[in-house]
């Protein structure tokens, strides 16, 4: 069973505008969540993190609210940009202490048109 | 700055055929995974090493070996190749005390099994 979801495949947004990409997690003793942006041809890139003792963590453009009670995360981009096109994977850690393993969801592919 | 490296980068294996994939970092990581990305199915895990001389296994080790060698690599094998091993495989290490636990990812290699 899945248990980091994203449930949208896609996402198209246009130049300037905000894009919302939304991530659910189904196991509440996940301590760490991040988002990983990935272009073909190349490995997933870090972006943004948040332990789950956090709501919000922001770092220029890019902010991820963190719903415990939902099990919800979001990555906000404002204001989005071309280059921002990507596929964006959110993912989920049991145990940041230790080293344990990344869960990944399956990603969004975010486009941006100018 | 290599960061992680992976090689070969392109390969094509007839079914039941071997092979080795090679991973090294140069950051003085004490942990590095194996994930393996398809179509639709996001980024699973296979193998990891939270430290050296530790592995244990993912989500979808069946079919696969690993070495931790040292500090620096860690390899994955394919003892006898089948087509449902046709992926592009990404290595990548992290650091557990770093703030943000961000993995490191490699550029991958795209296998395929014919």
């Known amino acids: 069973d899945q248990q980091v979801k994203q449930n949208s495949p896609s996402l198209s947004v246009q130049e300037g505008r905000i894009s919302i990409l939304n991530c659910d997690y189904t196991?509440?003793?996940?301590?760490?969540f991040l988002w990983y942006k990935k272009y073909p041809a190349e490995g997933p890139t870090f972006l943004i993190s948040?332990?789950?003792?956090?709501d919000k963590n922001e770092d220029g453009r890019f902010t991820v609210f963190l719903n415990k009670s939902a099990k919800h995360l979001s990555l906000h981009i404002v204001p989005s940009q071309p280059g921002d096109s990507a596929v964006y994977f959110c993912?989920?850690?049991?145990?940041?202490?230790?080293?344990?393993?990344?869960?990944f969801g399956k990603g969004t592919t975010l486009s941006v048109s100018s | 700055n290599a960061g992680v490296t992976q090689t070969p980068k392109f390969q094509v294996l007839k079914t039941g055929q071997s092979m080795t994939l090679q991973c090294a970092q140069d950051?003085?990581?004490?942990?590095m995974y194996w994930y393996r990305q398809d179509p639709g199915m996001g980024l699973r895990l296979i193998y990891y090493?939270?430290?050296?001389?530790?592995?244990d296994k993912g989500e979808v080790p069946n079919g696969y070996n690993v070495s931790r060698l040292n500090k620096r690599e860690f390899s994955l094998r394919l003892e006898s190749a089948a087509p449902s091993q046709t992926s592009v495989y990404f290595c990548?290490?992290?650091?557990?005390?770093?703030?943000?636990?961000?993995?490191?990812f490699g550029s991958g290699t795209r296998l395929t099994v014919v």
């Open positions: 993912a989920a850690s049991l145990d940041y202490q230790a080293g344990t393993a990344l869960i």
């Open positions: 950051m003085n990581h004490n942990s």
């Open positions: 948040i332990s789950s003792i956090k």
């Open positions: 090493s939270a430290s050296e001389g530790t592995t």
């Open positions: 196991n509440s003793m996940f301590d760490y």
């Open positions: 990548a290490s992290s650091e557990v005390n770093s703030f943000n636990y961000g993995y490191t």
